[in-house]
């Protein structure tokens, strides 16, 4: 009776282990995300500090594909404004599924990285440490 109750619970230890990591990938990720829009945002604020110290009347263009077109400097001044909302409103959506994902709260102790450190924590038939002990998988954390 001991080894489907063993099987069990190293079938339970392996799907919320391969949740955890699927959890810190999408985490790795959205840092990466919120990085990129950061600089975008900090480029488009000093492209666009340093277009208000221009005089109105000077010409500016914007990239469009491989040509350059005539524009006002209301028209890139807002252009790069937006461009700084969009990116600040996109790293506000990453940040808050960044911290849903990493939210642990209802996890068990060994799947938010404490494993083997609280040896008080037991499961229902039996102790999660002596299954990992007994896997031959390593833990990937």
């Known amino acids: 009776m001991a080894a489907p109750v063993d099987l069990e619970l190293k079938k339970a230890f392996t799907e919320l282990q391969a ?19 950061s600089k975008t945002k900090k480029h488009a604020h000093l492209t666009d500090t340093e277009v208000m110290m221009l005089v109105d009347e000077t010409r500016m263009y ?12 209301g028209v890139i001044h807002n252009q790069l404004l937006e461009k700084q909302r969009i990116a600040e409103e996109k ?12 939210e642990l709260g209802n996890l068990p102790h060994f799947a938010r990285g404490n494993l083997g ?13 002596n299954l990992v002990t007994q896997s031959n998988s390593p833990l990937l954390y």
Do not use: W, Y
Not at 91 to 102: A, P, V
């Open 117 to 129: 450190r609280n040896t008080s924590a037991k499961a229902k038939h039996g102790d999660f440490q």
């Open 91 to 102: 790293i506000k959506e990453l940040e808050d599924q960044r911290n849903q994902s990493t």
């Open 62 to 73: 914007e990239g469009v594909g491989r040509m350059f077109i005539l524009q006002s400097k």
């Open 19 to 37: 949740k955890v990591i699927d959890t810190q990938q999408k985490v790795k990720l959205a840092d990466i995300q919120i990085e990129q829009l």
